[in-house]
């Protein structure tokens, strides 16, 4: 969410006459967009922070912003904590950007729902793949989390203006579009998510992702969609977070272990290869080892192709930053060091499933590990290695599974060997 932010004012500052570029030093203006999901996201912020100073001694006309959630969260104690910054504005102030940089010093951390009905001009990254959020905020409230509090609560786009960036990505040749939000499955306008998914399929992009999908919301609707929908790609991100009722009961998540199965089940019936990962946090105050156990077993049981694991983290103004049985850092540790092993041995055995299938890969350019290898995705998100035979960057290519890794999977370009055993 945050890079796609950051396409975002690039965007909007290229209106401005500024264009991004890599070295900081030759930097007029140097924007942090912060991360305040975790205590250590932001602790690597304000070491960023005290680093830049000393560029602003150099270059006086240098300016510096902080935007994101650290903005939002901090608002004018990042001013007096570094009176260097210029600029301090949040997640739902990006709109405001030139605005601000047109002031000598300014802060923009209102909540503004206009957000919702802004057309972004995103400078995109990639031109293969591309971010569109379809709604901002979260209503969730999950204990544990600061989101809410710096996204502000939940507001739809509106479906024709996603629908027109959309036709548009596709009439630039983007492969693959992925729908961004706090809770996709709360997606509400003029229309609802499913009828958005429906719509978003006529278009000519071959791949449709979207996250973040909240477990308590998720419908039979939604499954049906995902096994009928020719462009939507066969893998869901489904955050757990604890495999114990009782603390997914004082997360305020909204469901029950059991629940959670159910959807799972409903989904594999539907379609067996899809592709299911999730995130879990280990050490939420009152974890017992009990607690902690089922969470393993939940992992054994449903085997998910991947997961993001985190100790969880105190957010000052979060109900849970109150809660009595915190735990201490080293518990926390153990039990994330054992989960990731354990499911690094999960993820390698679904890996291993996939020998032999031939995949269809959209590759995205030369492997960052060996520049004679190219690299792709899987429709189910897999990493995969080929050979560069001069398969053009931005293209779908069907693959032959050779070898699972732990990370990723090594393949060969199928039409490329039949086309040569035919010879
Ligand atoms: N501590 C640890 N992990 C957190 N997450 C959100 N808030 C916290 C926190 N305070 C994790 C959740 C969420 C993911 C994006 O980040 O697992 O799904
Ligand atoms: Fe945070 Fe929960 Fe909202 Fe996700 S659904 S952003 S975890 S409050």
């Known amino acids: 969410m945050n890079i796609h932010d ?31 999901i975790r205590a250590k996201a932001e602790q690597k912020f304000y070491s960023q922070l005290g680093r830049v100073k000393i560029l602003k001694r150099k270059n006086k006309n240098l300016k510096i912003a902080v935007a994101g959630c650290v903005a939002q969260d901090a608002r004018e104690r990042i001013f007096q904590k570094a009176p260097f910054v210029d600029y301090i504005f949040g997640p739902q102030n990006i709109h405001k950007i030139n605005d601000l940089l047109s002031k000598n010093q300014d802060i923009a951390t209102e909540e503004n729902r206009d957000i919702a009905f802004e057309e972004f001009t995103a400078r995109r990254q990639s031109n293969i793949k591309a971010w569109v959020s379809i709604m901002y905020g979260c209503n969730n409230f999950c204990s544990y989390c600061i989101v809410p509090y710096t996204r502000g609560r939940e507001i739809s786009r509106p479906s024709s203006s996603i629908i027109s960036e959309i036709k548009d990505l596709a009439r630039q040749g983007y492969q693959e579009v992925t729908l961004l939000g706090q809770n996709v499955n709360s997606y509400r306008s003029d229309i609802g998510f499913v009828d958005l998914l429906k719509q978003i399929d006529a278009f000519a992009i071959n791949r449709i992702r979207f996250v973040t999908s909240h477990p308590r919301d998720f419908s039979v609707d939604l499954i049906h969609a995902l096994s009928k929908l020719q462009s939507l790609c066969g893998h869901i991100h489904l955050p757990l977070q604890s495999g114990s009722d009782s603390i997914l009961k004082s997360m305020n998540r909204g469901y029950t272990y059991k629940e959670y199965i159910k959807g799972i089940e409903l989904l594999r019936n539907r379609m067996p290869n899809i592709a299911i990962t999730t995130d879990i946090i280990v050490g939420f105050p009152g974890e017992t080892d009990e607690d902690y156990l089922y969470t393993v077993k939940a992992l054994k049981e449903i085997e998910f192709d991947g997961i993001f694991a985190f100790k969880y983290s105190k957010r000052k103004g979060t109900k849970a930053f109150e809660m009595s049985g915190q735990i201490t850092d ?48 899987t429709r189910s998100n897999k990493i995969v290695t080929i050979p560069n035979s001069s398969e053009v960057t931005g293209s779908l290519i069907p693959v032959r599974i050779l070898k699972a890794r732990r990370h990723s999977l090594d393949g060969i370009n199928a039409a490329l060997e039949t086309a040569l055993t035919s010879e």
Do not use: W
């Not at 959209?362 to 792709?376: A, K, N, V, W, Y």
């Open 6 to 36: 950051s396409e975002k004012m690039i965007g909007l500052l290229s209106e401005s006459g500024y264009s991004a570029i890599a070295n900081p030093e030759n930097a007029d203006l140097i924007i942090f967009n912060t991360c305040a």
């Open 330 to 377: 080293h518990i926390k540790s153990e039990r994330l060091t054992y989960i990731l092993s354990l499911q690094e041995e999960i993820t390698y055995k679904k890996n291993k499933e996939l020998e032999e299938s031939v995949q269809e890969v959209l590759i995205e350019g030369p492997s960052q590990t060996d520049t004679l290898m190219l690299s792709g995705r």
